[in-house]
Every structure is written in structure tokens, then in C-alpha cells.
């Protein structure tokens, strides 16, 4: 029984189409993937072949490439138009099953807007769309395949196991997709109350296979001393061999993976003997509480939710920001080097794409955004050692397409590792800041009507296409700290008093930048955002790379009001990027004073 359609028009991506069903067919099997071209016999009616799959498929795939939407018939006519057209009768008949349609976009090509659909077929613009792009085929596919088989619930094809193979590469974060995918082989569709000898066998079989491959891996691993493996193992071995002999009597692969799971990252703890703190992430420009100095190697817990949420840029302006925890930017996350990051995110149900993060702090698997990619009703956990002190900016990556369009919607932040024994001056001393903020830089591309005012739109998804169109010209309607036009001056201006040191920690996840502060100076500024290296001193400006952070450390001397802005007056002024600083204290005549008071000259 075919379980997966592909919908694609020959003119349009029959190349596409190929490759996918081959990938498709290998992960899976041949019955599972319905494509007209090698599922129709020659002689059948063509249509009651297909309205016979439509009728059973579990999920449809429609391939839209760049010609999709503009093809036109032999007398003219756009073919999506016409009601007779087999592409169009088969997406109008799979939208009204009401199964899953991903709109699978090829060779560059972005969502068409609802105006350039015929009524039928607009309800297209809200599923979330996935993009398959030419360098990144494989990798692609292997994140779609992903999520055809939660969809599907149809286990892959058993895999080709080779002498070569090296298990001392399998990643402990993968232990828990690869264990319940082996477990997972010896169900059959429908699960059964109780496993046979078979099902047993292959219980007890991938449980010791994992518990040698996490043994490899944990030996392996650089944790500077920390880890003690010999007892450790010992305990884990014992935990999973009596799981192991529970093997005949598993009602379900699922509890194995809980269990087994869970004595792993007992282990994991118990090996490396570090402790675990929960982060509580805050809204920016505060900074959530932490150590300067580290008190040694942790493990911190830090949870984050994708919330995709309609936010006002400025008055009359509004805007889909697809979020970290909600706020524009993301939360900023502060580690010491030599920490653990354990990351929960989650996708709520309620969102209409798929979500992940790519830190530029991580090492590997893109930053973390191979291993983190969630649907809308999923979540993941993600553990990383911090290596490189720094501020460092991390920010969604779904892939394609939806890398500009996630950032450029919001969905970046920033990271700070602080060295294990604080913050450096030049000359190599320590140094200490009484407060910190985090300002994040957003620039933002939202597209206007024929009558000059901006557009609302009722998804994400709907205000994509005319988004990246704005954003191509490089030139933003706005550009702005934290979120909003105005979002941290009057009543929501950063505050300080005289004689405090003030460490900013900046971020741009797009553009590059060189902020300034009206009336003050950067005592110390890490140039690039490496603890690692010499700061440097009494900067009136500095420089933030494009998709980079940055910190600078100031001693205020001086009450009143600064201004911290952009490094273009039209940007600060025009577009939003400025900051408002009120600092209390008393005015210290010798660095300034007002020599005459304003007064008519002759």
C-alpha cells in the first residue's frame, strides 16, 4: 500500500522528482512511494489509478520549483488555472483528505503568495513548506525522511552494516533515535502485547550493541580529568544487562529507549561527577544571573521554546517574529569554558514551521542545527561542550530559504563563555563588571502596498515570499534594538550609576555593525567577541561582524543621559537602532563643565 504521494509537474521538476523517489525508495521500500511514472501499467486509467492512491496515501510531497507556478498549456493558458489540470486535481483532492501536504520547494523556488493561487489551491500557503536545495541534497532529504517516518510510522529498510564501520564516531547524543530505530525494526506495524524470542533476540542484541558503542564514546571523550569510566561502566553494564534479561517480556521498543535512555545520562553525570544547575533564561537586555569566575566544569540546563508571534516593529508596522522564548532576540545564554550546554527546544503544536538553532560557539553537526531541527509538537535535547571563550551569536537554521527568512524574522540571540578565571584586562588583569545587558541588532524587511503601508499578514508563511522579495535589495525598512523601534529607551532605558563598570554584549546575526556610545567610550573591547585574546582600549567606536557578537566594557564617570546607537546616524535615527542610558550620580566638574551658559553674542 502506497503511504507516500509525489505531486510534481513533468515541465517543472521531473529531475527533482527522480532523485527523491530513488533516496525515498532506498530508506524505505518500493510499495511505500506512489509516483505516477512507475505505478501506473500500461493500459490503466490513468485517473482511477491515481484518485485510487490519493484515496489511501498517508501524506502527500508536492514538488514546487521555479516554473511551477507560471507554466502555461499550448493555447496560453496558466495551467494551474485550469480546473481540468491533473497536478491541480490532485492537490485540490489531497487538501480535502485533510492529511499532511508538505510543499517541498526545489531549485530556489519560495511559496507562491495566496493572490497568485486560484482559490482552490490557496489553503497551500499555510502548511509549512521544506526546501530541497542543490548543494545540500542529501543533507535535505535526510532531514525530510526524518519526519516521513514519524508521519508514516513504517520503519526503514535494516541498514547495510560493513566490517568498516566506526563506532567510536556515533555521537552519544544520537544514542536515542538509533536505539529505538534498531528496537523499532522488530515491531510490525501494528504493536503486539507481548514479543516473541525473535523480538527478544533483537532487544537483547541492540542493547549490548549500544552499551559497547557508549563505552567507546565516553573513553573517548576530553573532559580534562573529569572523567572516571571504570565504575561507572561497570554499573551501566549491570542497569542494561537487566534490562537485557527483561528483553522476552518488553511490552514495547519505547520503554526500552526510556530506560535504557535514562541510565545513560545517569552514567554520562555519574562519569564525569559534574553538577547540574538550571539557567533561567530572561528577556533581553537583561542577562540571566551567573558566576564571573567559574566554580568548575558544569552541566547547565537551559530550556528554550520557538514561539511564532505577531510583534509591532513600529506603529503601523507589524511583523511575524519567529522567536526564541519569545522576545527579539533570543535570551542570552552565559556558559564558563569547560561547561556543558544541555539544551530542551521545543516546538509548541500551535506553529506552523519547523525550528532549530545553530550555535557559533558549538563545535560540529552545524552547530548543533543538524542534530535540533523540530517539527511543530516536537522537542529535542541537545548536549555540547563550550571550548571557545566568547560572545557568540546562534540563530535558526532550517536550511534553504528559511535560514533568511527565520533571521530576518528574529530567530537569532546570543551566547557568552566566559573564561574559567573571569575577564581579562590588556595588561592581563582580572577585571569585573557591575552590571551586563544585552543589546541585540535586528534588521528587518516588511513589504508595503500600492498605497504606501506596511502589510499584515495572517501567518508566517503567508508574508514569506514578499518578505525575502524586500530583502533582496539588502536595504531594510527597519533596523532596531531588541525588537521594536524605541524598545529600550524612556521608561525601558538601561540604567547604571557612576563608578560602575558596564559590559555590553552586542549581536547582529545578519549585517555588520559599529555601535557607539554619545558621551562615553569603550574602555575594553574584545574585538571579534574572543575572551582569548587582548582587548582593546579606549574605543569611541566598535565593530560587530555580520552574524557575530561582540562585548565592550565601560566605567561610567559621568551622570545623565548616553545615547548607544548604530554606526550609521540614518539607521539610528530613521530605522530605530538606538538605546537610551540613564546614569545616576554626581557630575564631576574636572572632566566637563559649562563654561558660559548659551547667551546672544554681538
Do not use: C
Request: net charge negative; aromatic share 8%.
Amino acid at each position: 500500500m502506497s503511504l507516500i504521494f509525489i505531486n510534481y509537474r513533468r515541465d517543472d521538476s521531473a529531475a527533482y522528482a527522480g532523485r527523491l523517489y530513488d533516496r525515498l525508495v532506498k530508506h524505505f521500500n518500493h510499495d511505500v512511494i506512489f509516483m505516477d511514472i512507475d505505478h501506473i501499467a500500461p493500459g490503466e486509467d490513468f485517473i482511477e489509478v491515481i484518485q485510487d492512491k490519493l484515496n489511501s496515501v498517508q501524506v502527500a510531497i508536492l514538488l514546487i520549483g521555479k516554473r511551477w507556478l507560471d507554466l502555461t498549456d499550448a493555447t496560453g493558458q496558466r495551467r494551474l488555472d485550469n480546473p481540468d489540470d491533473f497536478v491541480r486535481l490532485e492537490i485540490v483532492a489531497l487538501l480535502q483528505r485533510k492529511i499532511r501536504v508538505i510543499p517541498v520547494l526545489v531549485g530556489g523556488a519560495i511559496i507562491p503568495k495566496s493572490s497568485q493561487l486560484p482559490e482552490p489551491l490557496v489553503p497551500l500557503v499555510r502548511r509549512n513548506a521544506f526546501e530541497i536545495s542543490d548543494n545540500r541534497f542529501h543533507h535535505d532529504v535526510d532531514i525530510l525522511i526524518k519526519a516521513l517516518e514519524k508521519i508514516i510510522n513504517i520503519p526503514p529498510l535494516p541498514p547495510e552494516i560493513t566490517k568498516t564501520q566506526d563506532t567510536s564516531k556515533i555521537s552519544v547524543s544520537s544514542f536515542r533515535s538509533e536505539l529505538s530505530k534498531s528496537l523499532d525494526q522488530s515491531e510490525t506495524v501494528e504493536p503486539q502485547p507481548k514479543k516473541n524470542k525473535f523480538s527478544g533476540f533483537i532487544v537483547i542484541s541492540a542493547l549490548i550493541i549500544f552499551f559497547l558503542i557508549i563505552s567507546v564514546v565516553l573513553r573517548n571523550m576530553d573532559i580534562e580529568g573529569h572523567l572516571e569510566t571504570v565504575e561507572p561502566l561497570k554499573e551501566m553494564k549491570a542497569k542494561l544487562g537487566s534490562l537485557v534479561e527483561q528483553g522476552s517480556e518488553i511490552g514495547s521498543s519505547e520503554s526500552v529507549v526510556e530506560q535504557a535512555e535514562s541510565i545513560l545520562k545517569t552514567t554520562f553525570d555519574e562519569a564525569l561527577k559534574l553538577p547540574r544547575i538550571k539557567q533561567a533564561l530572561i528577556a533581553p537586555p537583561n542577562v540571566p544571573a551567573h558566576d564571573q569566575v567559574s566554580k568548575g566544569p558544569r552541566i547547565v540546563e537551559v530550556h528554550m521554546e520557538t514561539q511564532e508571534k505577531l510583534i509591532e516593529v513600529a506603529p503601523g508596522a507589524k511583523v511575524w517574529g519567529l522567536t526564541f522564548n519569545g522576545s527579539i532576540p533570543g535570551p542570552l545564554i552565559v556558559l564558563h569554558e569547560g561547561d556543558y550546554l544541555e539544551l530542551t527546544l521545543a516546538n509548541p503544536k500551535t506553529n506552523t514551521h519547523a525550528h532549530n538553532v545553530d550555535f557559533h560557539a558549538a563545535t560540529g553537526a552545524l552547530g548543533g542545527a543538524g542534530l535540533t531541527l523540530v517539527q511543530p509538537g516536537e522537542e529535542v535535547v541537545l548536549r555540547w561542550k563550550a571550548i571557545k571563550p566568547g560572545v557568540f551569536a546562534y540563530h535558526a537554521a532550517p536550511g534553504g530559504t528559511m535560514i533568511p527568512f527565520h533571521i530576518i524574522s528574529g530567530m537569532n540571540g546570543a551566547i557568552m563563555v566566559l573564561p574559567r578565571d573571569g575577564l581579562k584586562d590588556d595588561k592581563g588583569k582580572s577585571v569585573r563588571y557591575d552590571r551586563a545587558y544585552y543589546i541585540g541588532e535586528q534588521d528587518f524587511y516588511l513589504p508595503k502596498d500600492n498605497n504606501g503601508n506596511y502589510k499584515t499578514y495572517d501567518s508566517p508563511t503567508e508574508g514569506m515570499a514578499d518578505m525575502l522579495q524586500v530583502s533582496k535589495s539588502l536595504i531594510p525598512t527597519h533596523v532596531v534594538f531588541n525588537g521594536a523601534v524605541g524598545a529600550i529607551t524612556g521608561d525601558h532605558s538601561l540604567t547604571a550609576k557612576v563608578g560602575e563598570k558596564v559590559l555590553f554584549i552586542h549581536s547582529q546575526a545578519n549585517r555588520s555593525s559599529s555601535p557607539h556610545l554619545i558621551g562615553g567610550h569603550a574602555d575594553l573591547v574584545w574585538q571579534g567577541g574572543s575572551f582569548n585574546d587582548t582587548p582593546s582600549t579606549n574605543q569611541a567606536t566598535w565593530f560587530v561582524p555580520a552574524k557575530s557578537a561582540i562585548a565592550a566594557l565601560y566605567e561610567f564617570k559621568q551622570p545623565g543621559l548616553y545615547v548607544y546607537l548604530s554606526n550609521s546616524w540614518n539607521e539610528a535615527v530613521l530605522l530605530g537602532s538606538a538605546a537610551h542610558m540613564n546614569v545616576e550620580g554626581r557630575w564631576d566638574d574636572d572632566l566637563m563643565t559649562q563654561v558660559k551658559l548659551p547667551h546672544w553674542s554681538r
